[in-house]
């Protein structure tokens, strides 16, 4: 089983830029081999898909951050990153990491959800 611990939340004046981590841990786990994403969940709404990143690096953005939002990894800490730029009120989330596995029709998750990293946009 992974671990995931999110870390770098905070408040960000609009316009404002902020980097996430994300950090695996597991006896089992093999990080580089995982494709890893970042999902967000906003006050009452449900948890949506923000970026993933796969074990060759290629890269999937929601539209909502794309152009704004990078997501990358290093193999050697376990970890990978969100960096966020030009932040707007409609970022604010709960932002979480989670490894995903094609499933067929679709990427799903296939870790447990860690305690999230709280992020506030807001002049």
């Known amino acids: 089983q992974v671990q995931l611990v999110e870390s770098g939340g905070g408040l960000v004046q609009p316009g404002g830029s902020l980097r996430l981590s994300c950090a695996a841990s597991?006896?089992?786990?093999?990080?580089?081999?995982?494709?890893m994403a970042w999902y967000r969940q906003a006050p009452g709404k449900q948890r949506e898909f923000v970026a993933r990143?796969?074990?060759?690096?290629?890269?999937n953005y929601a539209d909502s951050v794309k152009g704004r939002f990078t997501i990358s990894r290093d193999n050697a800490k376990n970890t990978v990153y969100l960096q966020m730029n030009s932040l707007k009120p409609e970022d604010t989330a709960v932002y979480y990491c989670?490894?995903?596995?094609?499933?067929?029709?679709?990427?799903?998750?296939?870790?447990?959800w860690g305690q999230g990293t709280q992020v506030t946009v807001s002049s």
């Open positions: 989670n490894s995903e596995r094609w499933r067929g029709t679709g990427w799903g998750t296939s870790g447990s």
């Open positions: 990143i796969t074990s060759a690096s290629s890269t």
């Open positions: 597991g006896s089992i786990f093999i990080f580089s081999m995982n494709t």
